[in-house]
């Protein structure tokens, strides 16, 4: 069974840092894209940002664009999000999900497992 388990939420003041990690196995963690999504109360889960199987694509939704980052570091099976620049409006359960292929995709239904989330509080 694919397992993801998410590390290094929490709270933070705005313009604070957190770098997320998301330890994986139990795949081919270098066949498949992966993915990090955000979902606040009364919210849908959205896409924060994705890396290819091979990491030379990245995507990152335009709220994010030049504070957050996504990397992958297949030695270890983990992919991170560095978020820098803290918003309130960042404050949501972070989590890491695997993606169906190895192409980044940005919806829900292209992402077959998940873990089990990470909160992140920016206070203002």
């Known amino acids: 069974q694919v397992q993801l388990i998410e590390s290094g939420g929490g709270l933070v003041q705005a313009g604070g840092s957190l770098r997320l990690s998301c330890a994986a196995s139990?795949?081919?963690?270098?066949?498949?894209?992966m993915g990090w999504f955000r979902q606040a109360p009364g919210k849908e889960r959205d896409l924060v940002a994705a890396?290819?199987?091979?990491?030379?694509?990245?995507y990152h939704t335009d709220s994010v664009k030049g504070r957050f980052t996504i990397s992958g570091d297949n030695a270890v099976n983990t992919v991170y999000l560095q978020m820098n620049s803290l918003k309130p409006e960042d404050t949501a359960v972070y989590y890491c999900?695997?993606?169906?292929?190895?192409?980044?995709?940005?919806?829900?239904?292209?992402?077959?497992?998940w873990g089990q989330g990470t909160q992140v509080t920016v206070s203002s």
């Open positions: 999900a695997k993606s169906r292929t190895g192409l980044i995709f940005t919806s829900v239904h292209n992402y077959d497992y």
């Open positions: 139990r795949f081919t963690f270098s066949s498949y894209a």
């Open positions: 890396i290819s199987w091979s990491g030379s694509s990245t």
